[in-house]
């Protein structure tokens, strides 16, 4: 049934629900305190230059495109994204910091602020990271394969009565379990934080990708949970990759892409990891490392 809808204020959230609820057969009328719509993201012109009031970056450029798809519409039947060289410039008194387009670019720029700090940022951002990935990696396996303890819980993992017949103590064994996925969930999320960003139910995000790189590899093999987040992710982003950019680089001007060219959007990635569990789980139930059967 149509109803009578009122919707206050005209910034994207009111104008994109005004426009789904209108396509649902309501009559919806929207209200704005300011003399334009577009709330935050409205412009200001004066003087003869124009000032974007909020936002400046054009973020998830996948929601954008699916809105416009709702409507049977293409957002380049409206706008073109062109992306900028510098990305953007703060003018202070005595300075003016160009961020460009690039890392290689935004190192540079900070090498001419601070000597030595755009090394230790490229540094940072490309080794530190995988470095400490693999440190991590190495330790765990070592524990795992040296150390009495670890033995014990790889013994305990393979054959719980056979472990208890050789007097290891399960509790232990499943509090040293417990202790190190902590300290491991813990650094992995500080890892991702830094390099996407941190908000409270990340976790819950990752969660599935995780489980299903366990099964892949294998339950209870480290190096299938190891290499299974391997395949999942190359997986996720093989599949909901916007192969835009790559196509960019290589077919000329004329031939450029209008569309981003993914295989799938990436609201999908859940289902990705979601189908790759479900087909091991169907052809290949132990995993490519013949872990256990769940
Ligand atoms: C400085 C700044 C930089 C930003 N940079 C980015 C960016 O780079 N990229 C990005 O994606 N996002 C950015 N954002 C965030 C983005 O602008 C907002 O998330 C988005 O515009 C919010 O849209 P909205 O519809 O939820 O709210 P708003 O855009 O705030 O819309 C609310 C509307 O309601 C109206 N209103 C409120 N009360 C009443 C009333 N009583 N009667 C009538 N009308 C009323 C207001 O006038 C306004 O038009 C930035 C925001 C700011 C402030």
Request: proline residues 4%.
């Given at each position: 049934?149509?109803?009578?809808?009122?919707?206050?204020?005209?910034?994207?959230?009111?104008?994109?629900?005004?426009?789904?609820?209108?396509?649902?057969?309501?009559?919806?009328?929207?209200?704005?305190?300011?003399?334009?719509?577009?709330?935050?993201?409205r412009q200001l012109i004066k003087n003869g230059f124009t000032f974007d009031i909020g936002p400046s970056w054009y973020w998830m450029p996948d929601i954008f495109d699916r809105f416009f798809s709702d409507?049977?519409?293409?957002?380049?039947?409206?706008?073109?994204?062109?992306?900028?060289?510098?990305?953007?410039?703060?003018f202070f008194d005595d300075d003016i910091i160009t961020v460009g387009d690039c890392m290689e670019k935004i190192c540079n720029e900070f090498e001419r602020i601070e000597k030595g700090s755009g090394i230790k940022l490229n540094k940072f951002i490309n080794v530190k990271i995988l470095k400490l990935k693999l440190i991590l990696v190495s330790i765990l396996f070592w524990f795992l394969n040296k150390t009495k303890t670890g033995k014990s819980m790889r013994a305990y993992s393979d054959n719980e009565d056979l472990a208890l017949l050789s007097g290891i103590d399960p509790?232990?064994?499943?509090?040293?379990?417990?202790?190190?996925?902590?300290?491991?969930?813990?650094?992995?999320?500080?890892?991702?934080?830094?390099?996407?960003?941190?908000?409270?139910?990340?976790?819950?995000?990752?969660?599935?990708?995780?489980?299903?790189?366990?099964?892949?590899?294998g339950i209870g093999n480290p190096f299938g949970a190891f290499l299974g987040g391997y395949v999942i992710a190359f997986s996720e982003i093989f599949l909901t990759y916007a192969y835009k950019k790559f196509f960019m680089?290589?077919?000329?001007?004329?031939?450029?892409?209008?569309?981003?060219?993914?295989?799938?959007s990436t609201d999908y990635k859940f289902a990705v990891s979601f189908s790759i569990l479900v087909i091991v789980l169907l052809y290949r139930p132990n995993?490519?490392?013949?872990?256990?059967?769940l």
């Open positions: 049934m149509s109803k009578n809808i009122h919707i206050i204020g005209s910034g994207f959230s009111s104008l994109s629900a005004a426009c789904y609820l209108a396509k649902a057969g309501h009559q919806v009328s929207i209200y704005e305190k300011n003399s334009s719509v577009g709330g935050r993201a409507f049977g519409k293409k957002t380049s039947d409206y706008y073109q994204i062109d992306k900028l060289d510098p990305a953007y410039k703060i509790k232990r064994v499943v509090m040293i379990t417990w202790i190190i996925a902590g300290i491991l969930a813990t650094i992995g999320g500080a890892l991702y934080g830094l390099d996407k960003s941190f908000k409270p139910f990340t976790y819950f995000n990752n969660m599935l990708p995780i489980f299903a790189a366990a099964i892949v590899g680089y290589v077919l000329p001007a004329s031939m450029e892409p209008e569309t981003l060219v993914q295989l799938l995993g490519i490392f013949k872990g256990k059967v």
